[in-house]
C-alpha cells in the first residue's frame, strides 16, 4: 500500500475513535446525572412506601368445626409474594402435638391418624427476605367414633427399634354389656406382643395369646347391669419391635358382644379399631 494511502486509513481509524470516545463520554455524563431508586422498585424492600407485610390465611377446616374422620386437609393462604409456610398442632393430645414445623413451599398439609381429641393448627408464612407474618389459628375437633364401637389409642405410633410401645382400647357407648369378645391382630415380623405387661379392666378377663400373631380377650362386665362406661378403658396391650422397615398394623378382628339378657349386640367398624406402627 502506497504510503499516502496508509496515512489517511490510520487517520480515518483515529476520527472514528476520537467520535466514539467523545459519544461515550457524553452518555456516560447523562447516565450518571440519573438517579435510580432501588427501593421504590423492590417490592421485598421493607423501605418501599408500597411495601406490604407477608399475611397469611387458613382457608379450610373452618374454625370449631367437628370433623367425623381421622384426616384432616389444611389449606393456607398468603399474599402474593409469600413462598413458604410453617404450622405447628397445639393439643392435650401426646402423640399428635407438634411445634414447629420446617419451612415448606406447599401451601396444603394433610394430618391423618388423628384421635379423638381438638387440635389447634397455628401457621405463618414467610416471603425470601425472610420476613415472617403473623400467625393465624384454627380449632376442630375430631369425633370419628360412632355409638357401640371399640377405639385403640394411639392411632399412630413411630417406635424405635427394640422398643416397647403400649396400645389402649376404649369401649365408646357400649352400656348394656355383659361380655365382650375380641382379637387383636398383628405382624409378628415386626412386632410382638409382651404378655406380661398388657392389662385388662373387666370384672372377669380371659386372654389367650397363639404365640404367634394373635391375641384372644374375652372380657365380663357385671357392674349393675350398665354395661361399660362411655369411653371406658379396658385394656392396655404391649408390644415391642422388631424392625419396622416399613409399616405394620395392629388390628381389632371379630369383635362382639352380649347384652345382659343374652342378646347379641353389635360392635361397629370404624378407623379407630387400627394403630398404624411406624
Known amino acids: ?107 396444603n398439609l394433610s394430618l391423618e391418624f388423628l384421635n379423638e381429641y381438638t387440635y389447634t393448627i397455628n401457621a405463618q408464612s414467610r416471603y425470601l427476605n425472610e420476613e415472617t407474618s403473623e400467625e393465624a389459628s384454627v380449632t376442630f375437633t375430631v369425633d370419628a367414633l360412632q355409638s357401640s364401637s371399640l377405639l385403640l389409642y394411639p392411632r399412630q405410633v413411630q417406635p424405635s427399634t427394640n422398643s416397647s410401645f403400649k396400645v389402649e382400647l376404649y369401649a365408646h ?41 394373635k391375641v384372644y380377650y374375652t372380657i365380663g362386665v357385671y357392674n349393675n347391669q350398665t354395661g361399660f362406661d362411655k369411653d371406658q378403658l379396658i385394656a392396655e396391650i404391649s408390644f415391642i419391635t422388631q424392625s419396622i422397615t416399613s409399616s405394620a398394623t395392629i388390628n381389632i378382628l371379630s369383635a362382639s358382644a352380649k347384652s345382659f339378657d343374652g342378646q347379641t349386640i353389635e360392635i361397629v367398624g370404624t378407623n379407630q379399631t387400627r394403630v398404624d406402627v411406624k
Open 173 to 213: 357407648s357400649l352400656s348394656n354389656v355383659s361380655a365382650l369378645e375380641y382379637v387383636i391382630a398383628f405382624d409378628p415380623s415386626k412386632i410382638t406382643f409382651i404378655e406380661n405387661s398388657s392389662n385388662t379392666y373387666g370384672d372377669v378377663n380371659v386372654v389367650n395369646y397363639d404365640g404367634i400373631s
Open 1 to 107: 500500500m502506497p504510503l499516502t494511502g496508509l496515512l489517511v486509513q490510520l487517520t480515518h481509524y483515529y476520527l472514528v475513535d476520537y467520535r466514539m470516545k467523545k459519544y461515550l463520554f457524553i452518555l456516560l455524563f447523562f447516565l450518571g446525572c440519573e438517579t435510580f431508586d432501588v427501593a421504590t422498585d423492590n417490592p421485598l424492600d421493607p423501605s418501599n412506601p408500597e411495601y406490604e407485610k407477608p399475611t397469611i390465611s387458613i382457608l379450610s377446616p373452618s374454625d370449631q368445626q367437628t370433623i367425623n374422620t381421622d384426616k384432616v386437609d389444611v389449606a393456607l393462604q398468603g399474599n402474593e409474594l409469600v413462598t413458604e409456610y410453617r404450622y405447628k398442632i397445639v393439643t392435650s393430645d401426646a402423640y399428635k402435638a407438634a411445634g414447629w414445623s420446617d419451612w415448606v413451599s406447599s401451601n
